[in-house]
Structures are given as C-alpha cells and as structure tokens.
C-alpha cells in the first residue's frame, strides 16, 4: 500500500513537472481540503484561505520544472504552506503593532512590566524610525497622524497642496511599516475627509 | 509556550480581540522560526482531510486553473498553428507539383489564406478575480486585468495586427511599420506603431480611457455616436476619457441633513471625448503589477475596481461613505487586508458572506468624524 503511494505520487510529479493539467487537478483533489482545513485555523477569512490555497497550488506550478521526482511532492506543497501561513502570521502581528501604536500613547496605561518594556521598545523603535523621515515628511506625519490635524489644515500651514499632504503621509507610514517588518509594506490608506466633505456638502 | 497557548494567541490577533500582553508573546515566540514551522508541518500531516468549511471546491480550482490557463493556451496556439501552416504549404506544394504552373500555385495560397481569416480566431480571458499575460504572435506583449477579454484572429501578424478588447489591458507593442496596431476598444479603435499604452473599456464603466506611457498613438471611432471631427493624436504622460453616451444622468449630492438619497434627472446627455494632458500615468497601469493606487478616489469607484480584483460583490447602504475619497497604494493585499486599511481610515464595518462583501455605517465613529470636521 504505502509502496503503491509512493509510485503514484512519484508519477503525479513526473506529469506535472511535463505540464500535465491534469496531474496537477489530481494534486488538489488529493490536499486541498487538508490544506483548506490547515489553514483556516489561522486565517479566519474564507476568502483569505481561499487565497493562501490558490498562491500555495499556483506556486507548485511555476515551479514544476523544478519538482525532484524522488522527493514528495505532498512534502513540497506543505513545506509552502506552512511558510506562508507563517510569513502571514508576521505580517498580522507588524500590522497590528503600528496599529496599537497609532491609536495608544500612554506607556503608564499597561500593569504588566514586561508590556511596559515591550511598549517602550515598540514606540522607541517608531519614534526612531519616525526621526529617520525627511523633516518636513516627518512634520506632516506627526500632525497628522498623532496629532489628528485635518490634511486641509496642514496643507496651509505648510502651503502645499492637500494631495502632497496625503502623499508625504503615505509615503511615511510605508516607510515606516517596512521598516518595522523588514520587509516590503504593505499598506496605508488616508482620508481626504476634510477637504471633500466640505466640497460636497 | 504549548503549541495550544501560540493557537489561542494566534486566535486573538487574528480576530483583534487582543490585548498588549498577547502581541508580546505572539511576537516573541514568532522570532523562534523553526519551532514555530515544526508545530505547524506536524499539524498539518496529521490532520485528516474532511470539509472544513462551507466551500465550493470546485470553484476555487477554477480560479487556480483560470490563472494557470493563458500560459498553456498560448503555448499551445503556437505551436498549433505552425503545424497547420505546414500542412498548407506541404498541399500548395503538392499542387504545384501537380499542375506545374506558377499560377495555380498562387491563386491556391490565396484561397488557403482566405478561409483561415474565416475560421480561426484565438480568445485569451483574464476572468474576475485573475490577471494574465499575453506574448503575442508579434511578441508584442500584452498585461490583461481581471475580467476582461481580448480577441485577434490566426493571422494576427501575417496580415494584420488587429485586436479587440473589452476590459482592461496594457500594451507594450514591438515597433512594425507595414503592420499598424490595431486595438478596436468597445466603441473606440487606438492605432500605435510601437508604443507602450494602457486601455480601460469595460462595458459597465461610463468611461473608455486610454493612458499613453511612450511612443504615439491615433484614436478614432466608427461608431456614429464618437465621429470625431480630426484625427486625434496622444503623446506620452496623455490620457484620452471617452464619456460613453446615455441616456440618464445621474446627479449626486449630499444634503445637509443626515438622511441619505439619490435623484435622477432625465437628460440627454451627449458622448465627449477630455484630453487631460501631464498626468501621472503610474495609477493607471500599477494593476499590471498587481497595485492598486488610488489618488484622491471616489470609495464607489475603488470598490468597483475591488469587485474585478478579488471577484467578489459590495453592497454598501449608504452614499455618504461613498462619497469619501481615498489615497494610497494597495500592494499585495487580500481582501479582508484592503477592507481592515480602508475601515481604519473611515467609520464604517463590514461583513464577507460567501462572494457578498457588506459595508455599513459604523454611526458611533461616524459622530467622531463629524465632530472632528465641525
């Protein structure tokens, strides 16, 4: 029995690695669901999941030329997800970290100590990252950002336009967020709420 | 720290119920790679597979194979028409041998050649929710976005260099001084030599926009609702926005009171075509990449472009949020990361069900803003 396995997976590989559509179909009947069923416990989103899955079979496909018979290729395609649940796990927790961040300023409010010390290390560590930014980038980020000055405000204190506003404020928390991670960032959205609202109503 | 207690932390983050304590050990025990790697490949090699969840696995593997497709479509398509085209000249040749005469010969490769334009047509889709890429016969390569299609026949490059589009594409055209290339979008027909360009004409769009990155291209129409008076020429960092004809106008406003509406005024309303000259041409074609990059965009008009990104359908009650404006870059996200950024920015929740993505008014938040615009 295990020996049969064996083979077939073995030929699975073969005619996936010679473009074999229907090898690679075979494939994800054989795992999805024990893959879906892995995943969903990290991922709380179907949608999520459903795109983790969609990226760990994709990748199992632009890299067939490199699949190595003798090796599983179940073995393959767990080893990618595990390594993508965990980079998504990492990416959670950066976000989350500039998001607490963001909305927490007052070290005293934690009862813990070692919360205490990480907070500290967590808002030294953007603060520095945050002196890093060209001055006037860093100005408008910190009025901004911390401060909740309205972009419209900021754009004539500093006589620049809304949209340079926005920009300069994309551009710092991209920057800090990459940095906070060590890798390429991810995301920040700003509301032009101000300056549209007022134009609308 | 028990593989279960990382679980439970993990649960937390996850659903944003956490508190400070919780990213602190999350975030200390995730620096231990390999542990934390090991815990995950034994669990997985010991679940046993059953239906986890409310999914339609058949589904999703279409969208797998969607993505997959266009590679071994086109792979295919190549390699078949030279065989074909073989054959023909393999009968032509036959036939010169049999009669002999130069003449036959030709009047028989032109009969060949007219039905092939009949028969053959080649179709590449990029389907809701998939990008794809396309080299062309010409290698002339072209990006498609989600849901769109683009269509040449067989002799693509022999006779013509014709193409019809619906959707979105870019286009990085190999220069061809004999064979100009034609992209017949919707209503609108763009003619480039060798150029770098990008086209937006989905059907439900108002719009038809064509972006210019390099080179020059014409723009014409024959439809009777577009004739154009001149020839129309686009230079790089030059967008065209052909404003579709029809038949009702919508007017928005937002009243001063809280209640949300919406009117609509018969109109008629004539087609026009804007030139916007010294654009920034990066929003438009950052899709190719995978980004999404908003400038002081309308929420209506990003969520529209999330529907084609992630195939899924918004359903929002009210105009007011629609009528934000946003910017920034998406890059790489999924669409509950997208819909987290966008909701920390703006008071409103939402909720995914299946395809269905629902916002609503977060009105505690909503009074927050307000008062901040007072």
């Known amino acids: 029995m295990g020996r049969q396995t064996k083979y077939d997976e073995n030929q699975l590989t073969e005619r996936i690695k010679s473009d074999d559509v229907d090898a690679f179909k075979k494939l994800y009947d054989l795992y999805c669901q024990q893959l879906l069923k892995f995943i969903s416990q990290y991922l709380k989103e179907t949608t999520e999941a459903e795109e983790i ?38 990416r959670k927790v950066v976000e989350r970290k500039f998001q607490y961040y963001l909305i927490h300023n007052d070290i005293n409010s934690e009862n813990d100590i070692e919360d205490k010390i990480y907070f500290k290390e967590l808002k030294e560590t953007i603060d520095q990252i945050i002196s890093q930014l060209p001055d006037k980038q860093r100005k408008i980020f910190q009025l901004s950002r911390l401060d909740g000055t309205p972009h419209s405000e900021i754009a004539k204190k500093f006589n620049i336009s809304i949209r340079t506003v926005e920009n300069q404020i994309y551009r710092a928390g991209k920057f800090i967020k990459s940095k906070l991670s060590g890798d390429i960032l991810i995301l920040f959205l700003i509301v032009n709420l101000s300056a549209d609202y007022r134009q609308s109503s | 720290m028990t593989f279960q207690e990382f679980k ?34 034994g669990e997985l090699n010991t679940l046993i597979s ?42 032509v040749l036959i036939i010169v041998f049999l009669f002999g005469g130069l003449a036959s010969f030709l009047v028989f490769r032109q009969t060949l050649k007219k039905e092939q334009i009949k028969q053959q047509y080649c179709e590449v889709v990029a389907p809701y929710g998939a990008r794809s890429e396309v080299v062309l016969p010409d290698s002339s390569k072209v990006w498609l976005n989600a849901g769109s299609k683009l269509r040449y026949s067989t002799d693509f490059n022999v ?16 220069k061809n001084k004999e064979l100009p290339f034609i992209v017949n979008a919707l209503d609108l027909k763009i003619t480039a030599l060798g150029t770098q360009f990008n086209v937006k004409a989905y059907k439900d769009d108002e719009v038809i926009e064509t972006t210019l990155i390099e080179g020059k291209v014409k723009l ?25 004809k029809r038949s009702k106008v919508e007017v928005e406003y937002i009243p001063d009171n809280e209640s949300d509406s919406r009117k609509e005024f018969e109109m008629a309303a004539s087609a026009k075509l804007i030139i916007q000259e010294k654009i920034d041409p990066i ?33 929002c009650k009210s105009d007011k949020i ?53």
Request: hydrophobic share 35%; charged share 30%.
């Open chain 2, 283 to 315: 929003p438009d074609i950052a899709w190719k990449n995978n980004k999404l990059v908003f400038n002081a965009k309308k929420l209506s008009e990003i969520l529209i472009e999330l529907e084609r990104k992630f195939n899924v359908k918004f359903q």
């Open chain 2, 159 to 174: 006779t013509n260099r014709n193409l019809s589009l619906t959707g979105e594409g870019f286009f990085d055209v190999r």
């Open chain 2, 8 to 41: 439970n932390l993990v649960d937390k983050i996850e659903s944003g119920q956490y508190r400070l304590s919780d990213l602190r050990k999350l975030d200390e025990q995730l620096r231990d790679r390999e542990q934390v790697k090991e815990w995950m490949d």
């Open chain 1, 53 to 90: 899955i969609q990226d760990v079979f994709l990748s199992v496909w632009e890299n067939r030329k490199n699949l190595q018979i003798d090796k599983s290729v179940k073995s393959y395609l767990f080893r990618i997800a595990v390594n993508k649940v965990y980079n998504h796990l990492k």
């Open chain 2, 322 to 374: 629609q009528n934000y404006k946003f910017t920034g870059t998406l890059d790489d996200e999924t669409l509950q990361q997208v819909l987290d950024a966008i909701k920390l920015s703006a008071p409103f929740d939402y909720s995914i069900d299946g395809n269905v993505v629902t916002l609503m008014v977060n009105s505690e938040r909503m009074n927050e803003y307000e008062k901040q615009l007072q």
């Open chain 2, 220 to 244: 014409e129409s024959e439809a009777n609702a577009y004739k154009f008076s001149e020839n129309i020429y686009l230079l790089p960092n030059q967008k065209a926005v052909l404003v579709k």
């Open chain 2, 50 to 91: 059953t239906y986890s969840r409310n999914l339609n696995y058949e589904v999703l593997y279409e969208k797998i194979r969607g993505k997959i497709h266009v590679e071994s479509r086109i792979d295919s398509h190549q390699k078949i028409v030279p065989l074909k085209k073989l054959l023909q000249v393999a009968a």
